[in-house]
């Protein structure tokens, strides 16, 4: 009976970080409304969603990450790479788009296992190894392509970034791209084997390594799903802007761990779901694309997305703090 009301319990909590979550979310979309009648409007909600989809599919992987007591700074860089070689493959090197997408996935793959093994193997903070690798994907996008945007001619890939379901207001090929990708890695973090072993390793990995679990095995995975994911989505924008740019994605990684803590992810690991990530991606592009709609100069918007960053890790810190004062409190209740 204990058991079940610490469950209740602990969903209630759940459920009342996602109603502040959707308060900010009114909050925010109410605001830049009355600043600018346009910004509720079909168009600019399906707008917003199309933006989100790069940086929801990221944070899919650092939701994975952070739960997991990890983190990859990385994303900006193997996505623009990824961008850069699918538009090579399929514009200049002539290759099927289906193939050229499995090529591209495959070989930023080679991120994702080179990250996992510096901190696997060799021991390197999550930060500093991920770190290593922004700095040599962002290099090799500006040399495969000689610094120069590669236009994208395939067809097939120009129509990933246009197509709608439902006719010309239809509903985005890529949004509809980034709700599957949701549902399906929040049922696996949610209701597998697998995404228990993040949970485990991200509360105490020693403890998970004592109850069998295989710690490395857990972050190759995790690692390898980031820059999968990365892959996909360099290659969605691509085929959104009509070429692969080695400049894009910047600071890609920063709006997807400012969503993924506005979610309710712990950065100290072991807390968090897949619907929490996935409001903190709608509530931090919305708000992006209301800066822009406003008219806020760019240099003002990364002094309001830092202050955002800022508020998530404050906010987040006050939930450790509440949940070390209740653990503390029940614990002198059970003495």
């Known amino acids: 009976m204990d058991q079940k009301n610490r469950e209740t319990k602990r969903e209630w909590k759940i459920d009342g970080s996602m109603i502040v979550l959707l308060c900010a979310l009114v909050l925010v979309v109410g605001v830049f409304t009355c600043l600018n009648k346009n910004y509720f409007s079909y168009t600019n909600l399906i707008n917003v969603f199309v933006a989100a989809s790069l940086v929801g599919l990221v944070a899919i992987g650092e939701t994975y990450l952070i739960i997991a007591g990890l983190n990859d700074l990385s994303p900006g860089s193997v996505a623009a790479f990824s961008g850069v070689l699918a538009a090579l493959l399929t514009s200049v090197w002539g290759f099927n788009f289906g193939i050229s997408l499995v090529i591209t996935i495959l070989v930023a793959a080679i991120a994702g296992l080179f990250n996992a093994w510096m901190i696997a193997n060799i021991k390197l903070q999550p930060f500093i190894a991920t770190l290593v690798t922004q700095a040599i994907f962002r290099g090799i996008a500006y040399i495969i392509c000689d610094g120069k945007p590669i236009a994208v001619t395939n067809e097939t890939f120009i129509n990933l970034g246009k197509a709608r379901i439902g006719g010309s207001e239809g509903i985005p090929v890529t949004v509809l791209l980034l709700i ?58 691509a085929a959104r802007m009509n070429s692969g740019q080695p400049a894009a994605c910047i600071n890609l990684e920063f709006d997807a761990i400012t969503a993924v803590i506005l979610g309710g992810v712990s950065f100290n690991g072991g807390i968090g779901n897949m619907f929490g990530t996935f409001l903190g991606v709608i509530l931090i592009q919305a708000f992006n694309t209301g800066l822009t709609m406003v008219q806020v100069p760019t240099f003002w918007q990364y002094v309001a997305r830092g202050l955002l960053l800022l508020a998530a890790l404050t906010i987040d810190y006050v939930r450790k703090t509440n949940r070390e004062k209740k653990l503390l409190a029940d614990s002198m209740k059970n003495l």
């Open 180 to 237: 599957i990708a949701f549902i399906i890695f929040g049922f696996i973090l949610s209701r597998t084997r697998f995404g228990r072993s993040i949970y485990a390793i991200g509360g105490n990995i020693n403890a998970a390594r004592l109850a069998g679990l295989k710690p490395n095995k857990i972050i190759y995975s995790s690692y390898l799903i980031i820059s999968s994911l990365c892959a996909i989505g360099g290659t969605i924008l």
